[in-house]
Protein backbone atom coordinates (compact mmCIF):
# COMPACT_ATOMS: atom_id res chain seq x y z
CA UNK A 1 0.00 0.00 0.00
CA UNK A 2 0.82 3.27 -0.71
CA UNK A 3 0.63 6.00 2.28
CA UNK A 4 1.20 9.56 1.84
CA UNK A 5 3.83 10.95 4.02
CA UNK A 6 5.56 14.26 4.31
CA UNK A 7 9.07 15.17 2.99
CA UNK A 8 11.97 15.10 5.16
CA UNK A 9 12.41 17.50 7.78
CA UNK A 10 14.94 18.71 10.03
CA UNK A 11 12.85 17.12 12.99
CA UNK A 12 11.98 14.15 11.50
CA UNK A 13 13.77 10.92 12.43
CA UNK A 14 11.32 7.77 10.70
CA UNK A 15 13.32 5.55 12.69
CA UNK A 16 11.78 6.43 16.05
CA UNK A 17 8.48 7.34 13.65
CA UNK A 18 7.86 4.80 11.65
CA UNK A 19 6.48 2.17 14.09
CA UNK A 20 4.19 4.85 15.51
CA UNK A 21 3.15 6.00 11.85
CA UNK A 22 2.42 2.15 11.20
CA UNK A 23 0.44 1.34 13.86
CA UNK A 24 -2.20 4.36 13.07
CA UNK A 25 -2.30 3.04 9.40
CA UNK A 26 -2.95 -0.16 10.72
CA UNK A 27 -5.95 0.69 12.90
CA UNK A 28 -7.51 2.48 10.61
CA UNK A 29 -7.56 -0.61 8.33
CA UNK A 30 -8.46 -2.06 10.87
CA UNK A 31 -11.63 -0.12 11.81
CA UNK A 32 -12.66 1.75 8.81
CA UNK A 33 -12.10 -1.08 5.64
CA UNK A 34 -13.12 -3.77 7.61
CA UNK A 35 -9.55 -5.59 7.75
CA UNK A 36 -9.79 -6.52 11.48
CA UNK A 37 -7.50 -9.35 10.94
CA UNK A 38 -5.31 -7.53 8.48
CA UNK A 39 -2.00 -8.23 11.27
CA UNK A 40 -2.58 -12.42 10.53
CA UNK A 41 -2.56 -12.17 6.82
CA UNK A 42 0.34 -9.67 6.15
CA UNK A 43 3.08 -12.19 4.97
CA UNK A 44 5.82 -9.88 3.43
CA UNK A 45 6.05 -6.27 4.95
CA UNK A 46 8.66 -3.69 3.92
CA UNK A 47 8.78 -0.07 4.39
CA UNK A 48 10.33 2.75 2.33
CA UNK A 49 9.82 5.50 4.12
CA UNK A 50 10.97 9.54 3.21
CA UNK A 51 14.52 8.57 4.77
CA UNK A 52 14.93 5.47 2.84
CA UNK A 53 14.06 7.44 -0.66
CA UNK A 54 16.24 10.24 0.12
CA UNK A 55 19.05 7.77 0.34
CA UNK A 56 17.91 5.07 -1.49
CA UNK A 57 17.64 7.32 -4.46
CA UNK A 58 18.54 10.43 -4.26
CA UNK A 59 15.65 12.25 -4.07
CA UNK A 60 15.98 15.39 -2.81
CA UNK A 61 14.35 15.34 0.71
CA UNK A 62 12.46 11.83 -0.04
CA UNK A 63 9.78 13.55 -1.58
CA UNK A 64 8.43 10.39 -3.26
CA UNK A 65 6.24 13.06 -5.47
CA UNK A 66 8.98 15.32 -7.16
CA UNK A 67 8.98 19.31 -6.34
CA UNK A 68 6.03 20.50 -5.01
CA UNK A 69 4.08 22.63 -7.89
CA UNK A 70 2.62 25.20 -5.14
CA UNK A 71 3.57 27.75 -3.70
CA UNK A 72 5.43 31.33 -5.01
CA UNK A 73 8.74 29.64 -6.28
CA UNK A 74 7.54 27.33 -8.65
CA UNK A 75 3.91 27.21 -8.62
CA UNK A 76 2.20 25.53 -11.80
CA UNK A 77 5.68 25.33 -13.89
CA UNK A 78 8.16 22.42 -13.62
CA UNK A 79 11.31 21.99 -15.44
CA UNK A 80 10.75 21.29 -19.12
CA UNK A 81 11.42 18.09 -20.65
CA UNK A 82 14.44 19.00 -22.66
CA UNK A 83 17.48 20.13 -21.12
CA UNK A 84 18.69 23.81 -21.60
CA UNK A 85 21.80 23.13 -20.41
CA UNK A 86 22.68 20.02 -21.16
CA UNK A 87 22.47 19.13 -24.89
CA UNK A 88 20.85 15.62 -25.38
CA UNK A 89 19.59 15.47 -21.71
CA UNK A 90 16.12 14.72 -21.09
CA UNK A 91 13.93 14.51 -18.60
CA UNK A 92 11.26 12.47 -17.41
CA UNK A 93 9.38 12.06 -13.78
CA UNK A 94 7.55 13.62 -11.03
CA UNK A 95 9.51 16.58 -11.03
CA UNK A 96 9.68 17.24 -14.84
CA UNK A 97 7.19 18.48 -16.94
CA UNK A 98 3.93 17.90 -16.80
CA UNK A 99 4.44 16.59 -12.64
CA UNK A 100 3.88 13.95 -10.49
CA UNK A 101 1.53 11.05 -9.92
CA UNK A 102 2.08 7.90 -11.75
CA UNK A 103 0.05 9.10 -14.86
CA UNK A 104 1.44 11.97 -15.03
CA UNK A 105 5.10 10.58 -14.80
CA UNK A 106 4.08 8.22 -17.53
CA UNK A 107 3.07 10.95 -19.38
CA UNK A 108 6.42 12.81 -18.55
CA UNK A 109 8.19 9.98 -19.96
CA UNK A 110 6.15 10.04 -23.03
CA UNK A 111 6.76 13.67 -23.72
CA UNK A 112 10.69 13.16 -23.29
CA UNK A 113 11.06 10.25 -25.81
CA UNK A 114 9.14 11.92 -28.49
CA UNK A 115 11.10 14.90 -27.74
CA UNK A 116 14.12 13.31 -28.57
CA UNK A 117 12.55 11.44 -31.08
CA UNK A 118 11.96 14.69 -33.17
CA UNK A 119 15.33 16.11 -32.16
CA UNK A 120 16.87 12.96 -34.33
CA UNK A 121 14.41 13.56 -36.67
CA UNK A 122 11.63 11.53 -36.28
CA UNK A 123 7.82 12.11 -36.02
CA UNK A 124 6.35 11.89 -32.25
CA UNK A 125 3.36 9.56 -31.94
CA UNK A 126 -0.01 11.43 -32.69
CA UNK A 127 -1.76 12.54 -29.40
CA UNK A 128 1.22 12.94 -27.74
CA UNK A 129 2.28 16.81 -29.01
CA UNK A 130 3.03 20.09 -26.86
CA UNK A 131 5.53 18.89 -24.80
CA UNK A 132 7.40 21.37 -22.75
CA UNK A 133 10.87 22.22 -23.42
CA UNK A 134 13.64 24.37 -21.67
CA UNK A 135 13.74 25.23 -17.96
CA UNK A 136 10.75 25.94 -15.80
CA UNK A 137 8.04 28.50 -17.28
CA UNK A 138 9.45 27.71 -20.48
CA UNK A 139 7.04 25.99 -22.52
CA UNK A 140 6.53 25.84 -26.44
CA UNK A 141 4.91 23.03 -28.89
CA UNK A 142 7.84 21.20 -30.03
CA UNK A 143 5.94 20.88 -32.51
CA UNK A 144 6.25 24.49 -33.69
CA UNK A 145 10.24 24.50 -34.11
Known amino acids: ?27 KLRRTAGMEDIDERIVVERALTPQDIHERYNVLNGAIYGLASHGKVLGAFKPGNRSRQVEGLYLAGGSAHPGPGMPMALMSGWIAADTADRDAGGRAVEGREGSRDGAAGGARDVAAE
Open 1 to 27: MLVHTPYLRPHHDWKAMLPGYREVIMD
